[in-house]
């Protein structure tokens, strides 16, 4: 009998092999195709900076010595390098595009080595280098749609049904209910819960959610090898995470893949998780911004050029507004006041100043503002000029400077004074982790109407969710929201 049952098994693992090798097999002619687009795309690049017609070229040019019988072969193989060949069935797609991004960086820079090493006529042409920069460029944008169109099918195959892969779930308390809800819902992974394995050495329990369960982890190699599965989830309860590392040892013996969900709330790990190993030692970083790195650099080039872009829009509606503040109250046009931003760090934030007085525009809780120094709805401070300015959030356009310095991004949590932050760090749990990236013009809570006298808990919802979920195209997006929902809003005064 266990000679049939290790049989079935190799028969089913040899069959995932055969089935994972015609995968990457179709998705390796289908990048070759991409990856020759963009060659090809590249090519015609070339041909219009010159002023020719971008197909003017003889077809054996653009085969050779164009470098295209390189760039396909060496791009591949990166990809096989950079592991995107990989199942990411459960990861999000800005891991991916990370990948592409370095492929993009990779693929040129070996093709230009090989091309060097195979002393290609090619490489004699002035343009040439400009060609091979134009395809580095080119393979991210074409990689990066077709990956996504790729994973868009996919999702629709998987929730027919097909494509599935099939999972066990070591751990029936609330954890692991937890983990069968959230597979199930994501029905896009195509990741299907088979069974549950109680954490309790033995149980009595034969149902949970609907699925079978199939013993307690005493018995837990004889189920898998009855009940072969394609990948074990440990949902572990915090009380029995001591077991844990034998568990592991005793799933060495399986070709399963093995993902452990901790028993940690999720509103104390905001950031990505991360593990890394130092001399040996791993290391699980559960508070890692993903704006370190790569992130962060793209995000402030952002920074830079929509700064640059927006003060040049803003340029004479600025200079109106500063000559319309002066002729229409006394005091200075700009206001400055103490902000935290990124790790705590105090800076000076510009606004055009918009009430009578500029010592009430210090925050203090007098004249008229509420306990936190906040401006209520029709403030006797704010002049007429300053109202119209508040309304249409135009009072802000002078951070933008503080942008250019680097203190502020154009998205992010709205920066807040120091005493504030020294009050809500107390109050308001999870606070702190705002400033774990720079404080913003604009951010999530602002363009869903969080501004003004609103939700305090809501808006620090908003912030978390943001800083969660960062990417550069939610970032786009809340910019693009700002056109339309950030300027003019109800809640503004």
């Known amino acids: 009998m266990d000679l ?3 049989g079935a098994r190799r028969v089913d693992e040899a069959l995932l092999k055969q089935r994972h090798q015609v995968f990457v097999g179709l998705l390796s002619v289908l990048d070759g195709a991409v990856v020759t687009a963009a060659a090809g795309a590249a090519w015609a690049g070339r041909n219009f900076m010159n002023a020719q017609p971008l197909l003017s070229s003889n077809w054996r040019d653009f085969l050779w010595p164009q470098p295209i019988a390189v760039q396909v072969p060496v791009t591949i193989l990166c990809l096989t390098l950079l592991r995107l060949y990989r199942p990411r069935r459960d990861r999000a797609f800005y ?3 990370v990948q592409i991004v370095k492929l993009g960086g990779l693929a040129t820079i070996l093709s230009l080595a090989a091309l060097y090493a195979l002393a290609s006529p090619f490489l004699s042409a002035p343009e040439s280098k400009w060609q091979l920069a134009l395809f580095g460029l080119l393979v991210i944008v074409f990689m990066s749609v077709h990956r996504m169109i790729f994973r868009i099918a996919l999702r629709a195959v998987r929730r ?8 066990a779930i070591i751990g029936t308390g609330r954890l692991g209910q937890i983990t069968a809800h959230t597979l199930m819902r994501n029905s896009w992974t195509g990741l299907n819960v088979q069974y549950f394995i109680s954490h309790h050495p033995t ?14 982890v005493d018995a837990m190699e004889k189920t898998l090898d009855e009940h072969p599965v394609d990948a074990v989830y440990l949902a572990l309860p915090g009380s029995h995470a001591a077991v844990l590392p034998q568990l592991l040892a005793r799933l060495e013996r399986f070709t399963v893949d093995v993902r452990i969900i901790p028993d940690v709330n999720p509103k104390y790990t905001p950031f990505s998780t991360t593990i890394s190993e130092l001399d040996g030692m791993p290391i699980l970083s559960c508070r890692e911004s ?3 790195g790569l992130g962060g650099w793209a995000k402030r080039v952002i920074d830079i050029v929509g700064a640059v872009v927006a003060l040049l829009i803003f340029a004479v509606p600025m200079l109106i507004i500063a000559i319309l503040i002066r002729l229409t109250s006394n005091g200075p046009v700009m206001f400055r006041q103490n902000r935290v931003s990124l790790a705590g760090h105090q800076f000076r934030i510009y606004k055009f100043r918009t009430m009578q007085h500029v010592a009430d525009e210090q925050g203090l809780p007098f004249a008229g503002g509420d306990e936190n120094g906040w401006t209520r709805r029709n403030d006797v ?3 007429p000029i300053g109202r119209w300015l508040r309304a249409t959030s ?17 998205v992010g949590p709205r920066p807040e004074r120091p005493e504030l932050v020294g009050k809500f760090r107390h109050d308001w749990r999870g606070y702190m982790l705002r400033q774990h990236v720079k404080a913003g013009m604009t951010g999530w809570a602002q363009v869903n109407g969080l501004r003004g006298q609103t939700s305090l808990r809501k808006r620090l919802q908003y912030d978390l969710f943001y800083i969660r979920n960062w990417s550069l195209m939610f970032d786009v997006r809340i910019l693009w929201m700002t056109l339309f929902k950030g ?4 809640n503004a005064h």
């Open 4 to 6: 049939v049952v290790v």
């Open 95 to 97: 891991d991916e595009f």
């Open 160 to 167: 027919r049904g097909w494509n599935l892969r099939h999972a």
């Open 203 to 216: 149980t009595r329990r034969t149902d949970l959610l609907g699925h079978p369960v199939r013993g307690g």
């Open 290 to 292: 993903r704006l370190e």
């Open 381 to 383: 401070r704010v002049t």
């Open 394 to 410: 135009l009072d802000e356009l002078p951070q933008l400077f503080n942008v250019l310095g680097g203190e502020m991004s154009l």
């Open 487 to 490: 300027f003019v809003n109800p």
